[in-house]
């Protein structure tokens, strides 16, 4: 199975001030044939269900802001706020979809500082 | 809108049975691959099983491969997961979701990206 984890466990941002996660896999999810990464990252507010946000590591899902960014190829790849708003404290999950089963890392939480 | 309403969670004693539904409207259900992910108290996120459009080939974790069948009745939009020999460590919620896209399987593996979430149902393993 592919090993996801991801750092910080938690971090706390100023309102307007860029947060970043990072998700790490334990073998490449970069399918050579197509040049896809096969990895999303998903949104998690307490007592919801998770949200998809980005999927092939980098495209927005639809009507996600574009405060939300992805990054990464290979087995690095970065989730990025530009500018923290006060409805994205939450918890966020990477996932690859690269060789089954789909695994998820476990989780970082976003805080306002 | 979609929407993926589950039901069928409760308490069930260890070594007992329990079937999960999963009722989704607001989209072509008879396309898409369904997927059931599951979430213990305070934790974080596991897949549990994929069932293909059409039914006919699912995939299951290793953790409930055996124990766990996935199913769906397309003709009245309804997932399932009928979960046997139940143990302390399935106690979860767990959520019914849709797979984004269609068609991501194959004859070994499947790579679901789970764009609709149902809110869930807490299926708690207890004596």
């Known amino acids: 199975d592919i090993v996801m984890t991801q750092s910080p466990d938690s971090l706390a941002v100023s309102l307007g001030e860029r947060a970043t996660i990072n998700c790490k896999s334990s073998q490449s999810v970069l399918y050579r044939s197509n040049n896809n990464n096969y990895l999303a990252w998903y949104q998690q507010k307490p007592g919801q269900p998770p949200k998809l946000l980005i999927y092939?590591?980098?495209t927005r899902y639809s009507g996600v802001p574009d405060r939300f960014s992805g990054g990464g190829s290979g087995t690095d790849f970065t989730l990025t706020i530009s500018s923290l708003q006060a409805e994205d404290v939450a918890v966020y999950y990477c996932q690859q979809y690269y060789s089954t089963p789909a695994t998820f890392g476990p989780g970082t939480k976003v805080d306002i500082k | 809108e979609v929407q993926l309403l589950e039901s069928g969670g409760g308490l069930v004693q260890p070594g007992g049975s329990l079937r999960l539904s999963c009722a989704a409207s607001?989209?072509?259900?008879?396309?898409?691959?369904m997927n059931w992910v599951r979430q213990a108290p305070g934790k974080g996120l596991e897949w549990v099983s994929t069932i293909i459009d059409g039914g006919g080939r699912t995939y299951y974790a290793d953790s409930v491969k055996g124990r766990f069948t996935i199913s769906r009745d397309n003709s009245k939009n309804t997932l399932f997961l009928q979960m046997n020999s139940l143990r302390a460590e399935d106690t979860a919620v767990y959520y019914c979701?849709?797979?984004?896209?269609?068609?991501?399987?194959?004859?070994?593996?499947?790579?679901?990206?789970?764009?609709?979430w149902g809110q869930g149902t807490l299926v708690t393993v207890s004596s």
């Open positions: 607001g989209f072509s259900f008879s396309t898409y691959g």
């Open positions: 979701a849709k797979d984004f896209r269609k068609n991501s399987y194959d004859s070994s593996s499947c790579y679901p990206i789970f764009d609709y």
């Open positions: 092939w590591a980098s």
